[in-house]
C-alpha cells in the first residue's frame, strides 16, 4: 500500500512538473490568448462609472470611497484572504502636503436685473475650482477682459466685487484678490478642448490655497460667458455665489496589491494607475483605475483555471495619487533599482477614439527620438518633454511593448499609435528613478479636464484591448523564461535594424538637403549626423543587452551569446553606413 501511494504521488509530481514547465514557457501569442479569454471590458466599464461619481482628491473621502471599492472587489477575487489566497493587499497611508479640499455644493445666480440660476454643482461639479472655501455671497459682477496680468485691472475698479476673467482662475486669482475683489469666475477653456465647436464645456480649473483670503473660484462656459458680458454692456449685474466645502486633514492613501512570484518573488513588474481627479474624471483616470482592476482580476481568473501558470516573478498593482502616492510606494523600496524589472503606467485608457478624437498611444521610455524627433517619430500634440543626452538608457520595454500592442491590433483591428516620451504621468516617477517604464494612454481628448470627461466616452474595446496587451507585456516578463527572452531578443534586434535603416535615410536627406550651403554647413550638418547615428548604435546596443535581464535566472550561455550575436550586426550595420555617408 505504501509503495502504490509513492508510485501515486511520484506520477502526480511528474505530471505536475511536467505541466508546470510547459506552462511556464508559453509564448506571447499564447498569454494574449488566455488573457483575451478572461478579461471582460464590460466589467472594467462598471468599475469605472463607480470611480465617475466622486471629486476623487488624494485624502478625501471620494478617492477613499474609489480605494475601499478596489480593495473590496479584490478581496472578492482572492486578495488578502487566508488559506487560497491568489495575492496580497495592503493600503499604505502618508500624511497629505497640504489641506485636503472637499467639495460639497455650489451654486451660482443672478439676483438682478433678474432672479435665475445659473449654474449648480449638482449639474456640473466642474463649476468649482479647487480650493474654494465656504461662502454665500451676493455682489455686483465685474468683467476684467483677460485678467491674467497687472495692467488689466488699470481701468476696472474691482473691490468688493466678483471679476469674471477668460484667462484660468489661478492666473488672475492674485491680480484681483490684491485689488479687493472677492473671487473670480473664469471663462477659460483651452484650446485642445475645442470651445468654438463645444460652447458650453467648462474646463477643469484651481486657485491656491489662502487660509487668508478664503475666497472661491468658479469655471463658466464661453456660451454662459458670452450672455453674461452681453448682459453687462447695458445694465448692472448683481450674482450670488453659495459654496459649501471644507478642508481636512486625512492621510493619502495607496492600495497595494500583489500577487507574489514563486521562486523570485522578491523581483517585480510593477503596474500603476492613478485613482485621483475631479469629477466625473471618466477616461482621465477612471478608465486607467478601472482596467488596472480588469488586469487583476483576469490574471487571477486564468491562474485559477490553470490556463497559465503562477509568474516567478512579483505582480505589483497599484492604485494612487498621481505623482505623490507613487513617489510613497517608491520610497518603501530601498533597492528598487534593481529589484523592478518594469514599470507600465495606465492613463487615460479608456476613451472612444469616435469621440474623443485620441488614439490608444505608447509612450516610448527616452530615447534619441526624444532629442532628435525626426520621422517617423512625432509628438503627441500633448508637449515634448525635455531629457539629458547623457541620461538615455537603452532598454527592451519600447519595442516588446509595441510589439504585443501591434500583436493585439493586428487581430482585432484596433487602431494604436505611439510617441516619441514627454512625460506628465506616474512613469516620469520610475525613470526619474532609472526603472524602465512606459505609458499606455490616449490623445487627444478633446474632454480632458473638462465637463465632457463622462462615462459615455468610454469604450469598452479600447479597456478591453488594453488590458489584454498591457496583462500580456507584464505576465511574459512576470514568467522570466529565456524562451520569452529569445522572442524579445529577435524584437528588439528587428526593430534596431529599422532603426539604423530609418536613421541612414534621415541622414542622407540632411546632408544632400545642406550641401549646396557650403563646405561648413556640410561639415556640421555630418559631425551632427555621426552623433545621431552613435546615439541609436549606443541605445540599441543597451537594449539588446538588457534582455539578459528577462530570464528570472542568470541569462544562460545560449542567450548570451545569441545576444552578443546581434550586439555585434548592429555594430556593423552602423559602422557600413558610417561609411557610407562618410562620416568617418
Known amino acids: 500500500m505504501n509503495s502504490r501511494r509513492f508510485a501515486l504521488r511520484l506520477l502526480a509530481v511528474l505530471f505536475f512538473t511536467q505541466f508546470s514547465n ?14 483575451d479569454n478572461v478579461a471582460d471590458g464590460t466589467r472594467a466599464l462598471r468599475h469605472a462609472e463607480y470611480f465617475t461619481r466622486f471629486w476623487r482628491i488624494g485624502g478625501g473621502p471620494g478617492f477613499d470611497s474609489s480605494v475601499n471599492y478596489v480593495s473590496a472587489h479584490l478581496a472578492k477575487i482572492g486578495f488578502g ?38 449654474l449648480t454643482f449638482s449639474d456640473v461639479p466642474l463649476m468649482l475650482c479647487r480650493n474654494s472655501f ?22 476696472v475698479y474691482v473691490e468688493g466685487k466678483i471679476v469674471l476673467c477668460d484667462v484660468h482662475p489661478s492666473a488672475a486669482f492674485r491680480y484681483a484678490l490684491a485689488r479687493g475683489a472677492l473671487g473670480i469666475i473664469s471663462s477659460f477653456v483651452p484650446q485642445y478642448n475645442h470651445p468654438d465647436r463645444y460652447p458650453q464645456v467648462i474646463a477643469e480649473g484651481f486657485i491656491p490655497y489662502d487660509q ?58 510593477v ?23 480588469e488586469i487583476a482580476e483576469s490574471m487571477t481568473h486564468a491562474i485559477r483555471r490553470g490556463d497559465l501558470p503562477h509568474p516567478a516573478r512579483t505582480l505589483t498593482f497599484l492604485w494612487v495619487d498621481e505623482y505623490k502616492g507613487t513617489q510613497h510606494w517608491l520610497r518603501r523600496q530601498p533597492d ?12 487615460m485608457v479608456g476613451g472612444n477614439p469616435a469621440i474623443t478624437g485620441g488614439l490608444f498611444r505608447v509612450e516610448r521610455m527616452p530615447d534619441p527620438g526624444v532629442i532628435w524627433t525626426r520621422p517617423p517619430d512625432q509628438h503627441s500634440g500633448w508637449g515634448g518633454g525635455t531629457w539629458e543626452k547623457e541620461k538615455l538608457v537603452g532598454n527592451f520595454l519600447n519595442d516588446f511593448s509595441l510589439s504585443v500592442v501591434g500583436q493585439r491590433a493586428r487581430a482585432t483591428h484596433w487602431l494604436t499609435t505611439q510617441n516619441v516620451w514627454e512625460g506628465g504621468s506616474d512613469h516620469d516617477i520610475f525613470l526619474r528613478a532609472g526603472i524602465p517604464a512606459l505609458l499606455s494612454w490616449h ?9 465632457m470627461d463622462v462615462i459615455g466616452n468610454l469604450s469598452i474595446s479600447e479597456m478591453q484591448n488594453t488590458a489584454v ?69 549606443r541605445w540599441y546596443d543597451e537594449a539588446l543587452r538588457s534582455v539578459a535581464r528577462i530570464p528570472v535566472n542568470r541569462a544562460s550561455d545560449a542567450l548570451r551569446t545569441e545576444i552578443q550575436t546581434h550586439i555585434r550586426r548592429l555594430a556593423e550595420r552602423s559602422a557600413t553606413i558610417k561609411k557610407t555617408l562618410g562620416l568617418e
Open 22 to 35: 510547459s506552462q511556464s514557457h508559453l509564448d506571447i501569442s499564447a498569454i494574449m490568448q488566455h488573457l
Open 443 to 451: 490623445w487627444p481628448d478633446v474632454a480632458y479636464h473638462s465637463s
Open 81 to 118: 484572504q487566508q488559506g487560497n489566497s491568489i495575492g496580497t493587499m495592503q493600503i499604505l497611508e502618508d500624511p497629505p502636503t497640504a489641506p485636503v479640499w472637499v467639495s460639497e455644493n455650489a451654486s451660482l445666480s443672478i439676483t438682478s436685473p433678474e432672479i435665475r440660476t445659473l
Open 212 to 269: 487668508n483670503a478664503q475666497s472661491f473660484g468658479l469655471n463658466i462656459s464661453p456660451s454662459l460667458a458670452r450672455e453674461l458680458r452681453q448682459l453687462l454692456t447695458h445694465t448692472r449685474v448683481e450674482v450670488r455665489v453659495e459654496i459649501a466645502s471644507r478642508f481636512i486633514t486625512s492621510p493619502v492613501r495607496t492600495l497595494v496589491a500583489e500577487i507574489p512570484g514563486r521562486t523570485h518573488p522578491e523581483q517585480r513588474i
Open 336 to 347: 528598487a533599482h534593481n529589484t523592478i524589472v518594469a514599470a507600465l503606467v495606465l492613463d
Open 271 to 293: 503596474l500603476v494607475a492613478h485613482i485621483d481627479h475631479y469629477k466625473p474624471g471618466a477616461n482621465d483616470n477612471a478608465s486607467g483605475s478601472a482596467t488596472l482592476l
Open 134 to 155: 465656504p461662502q454665500d455671497r451676493t455682489a455686483e459682477l465685474v468683467y476684467v477682459p483677460g485678467g491674467g496680468k497687472e495692467t488689466d485691472y488699470e481701468s
Open 469 to 537: 496587451s498591457v496583462g500580456t507585456t507584464a505576465l511574459a516578463l512576470a514568467y522570466g523564461n529565456e524562451p520569452v527572452a529569445l522572442e524579445v531578443l529577435r524584437i528588439v534586434s528587428g526593430a534596431a535594424q529599422e532603426r539604423m535603416s530609418v536613421v541612414e535615410a534621415n541622414a542622407i536627406t540632411e546632408i544632400t538637403d545642406v550641401q549646396p550651403r557650403g563646405v561648413h554647413k556640410l561639415a556640421a550638418t555630418k559631425r551632427q549626423e555621426l552623433e545621431i547615428i552613435t546615439a541609436w548604435e
